[in-house]
């Protein structure tokens, strides 16, 4: 199943149990806003940028390039042992496509963690990223 099918079914999932869908994180009326960022809002705005990031490597394979180079230029600056995360990063770099998209997409507990190291710097251009930080502004 690709990223986009997971996200529909989860969408219809969460709409079959009367859930109301989010497309902006904004406060409820009367509560005080707060000044800092909540975590789950992070994983979610990360989780949004990844599933952009898998929808533009699917058009155009060519920019899985710029993880690998981002992951090399890391890895060279890094000194041994090299970091848990790299050495993640780096297998999972050499898998199928598919795989790697299945993961980034995916809300396990395993691929939020790797979201926060992730190497797809560079893929989204300036505009996508601020569409996507806009929408979860709170």
């Known amino acids: 199943m690709?990223?986009?099918e997971r996200m529909r079914?989860?969408?219809?999932?969460?709409?079959?149990?009367?859930l109301k869908s989010v497309r902006r994180w904004e406060p409820e009326e009367g509560t005080v806003i707060r000044l800092y960022?909540?975590?789950?809002?992070?994983?979610?705005?990360?989780?949004?940028?990844?599933?952009?990031?898998?929808?533009?490597?699917?058009?155009d394979p060519s920019l899985l390039d710029k993880a690998k180079a981002n992951l090399e230029r890391w890895s060279a600056k890094s000194e041994d042992p090299q970091p848990q995360y790299l050495r993640e990063w780096r297998k999972i770099l050499e898998r199928p496509w598919p795989e790697i998209a299945e993961l980034i997409t995916s809300m396990s507990e395993d691929a939020t963690r790797l979201r926060s190291s992730s190497?797809?710097?560079?893929?989204?251009t300036a505009r996508e990223r601020e569409q996507i930080y806009e929408a979860f502004r709170a």
């Open 2 to 4: 690709s990223a986009a």
């Open 9 to 18: 079914a989860y969408r219809k999932r969460r709409r079959d149990a009367g």
């Open 37 to 59: 960022s909540d975590h789950r809002i992070l994983d979610a705005r990360s989780l949004a940028m990844h599933c952009k990031i898998a929808q533009k490597i699917a058009r």
């Open 119 to 124: 190497p797809f710097a560079g893929v989204l």
